[in-house]
């Protein structure tokens, strides 16, 4: 009973910047994992950034140093702050819980709806 609602993308030029949030609600006993994936025009989708229950980052090679993933565990929501974007960064942004409903149920992978983020003059 996991349902993620994602906000913030839009239309944006090269350069700019945008702010991607990503709130989780529902009966969570822990979430493990949260992370933003990207699938572009004619692609495979492909994770952009994780953040672990314990703080640590992960940030595919093409972003890193210019985008932030951060967390506010009182509201379960996970954050993308993307910097200097650029053509490429066009895709349809989804967020990712990786969580359990109780102690001794399995972990699951929940997905957002997904925001379009573009990137274009």
């Known amino acids: 009973q996991v349902q993620l609602v994602e906000s913030g993308g839009g239309l944006v030029q090269p350069g700019g910047s945008l702010r991607l949030s990503c709130a989780a609600s529902?009966?969570?006993?822990?979430?493990?994992?949260m992370g933003w994936y990207r699938q572009a025009p004619g692609k495979q989708r492909e994770l952009v950034a994780i953040i672990i229950s314990g703080g640590s980052t992960t940030y595919v090679d093409s972003v890193k140093g210019r985008f932030t993933i951060s967390r506010d565990n009182a509201k379960n929501t996970v954050y993308l702050q993307m910097n200097s974007l650029k053509p490429e960064d066009t895709a349809v942004y989804y967020c990712?819980?990786?969580?359990?409903?109780?102690?001794?149920?399995?972990?699951?992978?929940?997905w957002g709806q997904g925001t379009q983020v573009t990137v274009s003059s």
């Open positions: 529902g009966s969570i006993f822990s979430i493990n994992v």
């Open positions: 990712k819980v990786v969580a359990r409903l109780g102690n001794l149920l399995p972990l699951r992978d929940y």
